[in-house]
């Protein structure tokens, strides 16, 4: 069973920074593309980050230049760095990642691991 576990959630003032981790076990394949959604209360989940093995990324406009997104392919591991977070960052960060063949798009991809809540306090 491929499982994606999440880490570094928690709570945080505004303007303070947080590193969410997400490893992935029990897969026999390389995961080809791994990010980052998130789901605020009575909001639909959408995209923070992506990033392909070959390192192209992508962000979402609100999070540009105080994100970032990086991974570790051979550990099938990814981070997100958040820096100068806002209130409106508050939300459920979920960790999704494809295999190769499904990473021609920004996904959403086929697994997701349970989510791990960022909250920001102002």
């Known amino acids: 069973q491929v499982l994606l576990v999440e880490s570094g959630g928690g709570l945080v003032q505004a303007g303070g920074s947080l590193r969410l981790s997400c490893a992935a076990s029990g897969n026999a394949f390389r995961f080809g593309c791994m990010g980052w959604y998130r789901q605020a209360p009575g909001k639909q989940r959408e995209l923070v980050a992506g990033?392909?093995?070959?390192?192209?990324?992508r962000y979402a406009d609100s999070v540009k230049g105080r994100f970032t997104i990086s991974s570790d392919n051979a550990k099938d591991t990814v981070y997100l760095q958040m820096n100068s977070l806002k209130p409106e960052d508050t939300a459920v960060y979920y960790c999704?990642?494809?295999?190769?063949?499904?990473?021609?798009?920004?996904?959403?991809?086929?697994?997701w691991g349970q989510g791990t809540q960022v909250t920001v306090s102002s």
């Open positions: 999704n990642a494809g295999r190769m063949l499904t990473c021609s798009n920004w996904g959403p991809w086929g697994y």
């Open positions: 990033i392909q093995s070959a390192g192209n990324t």
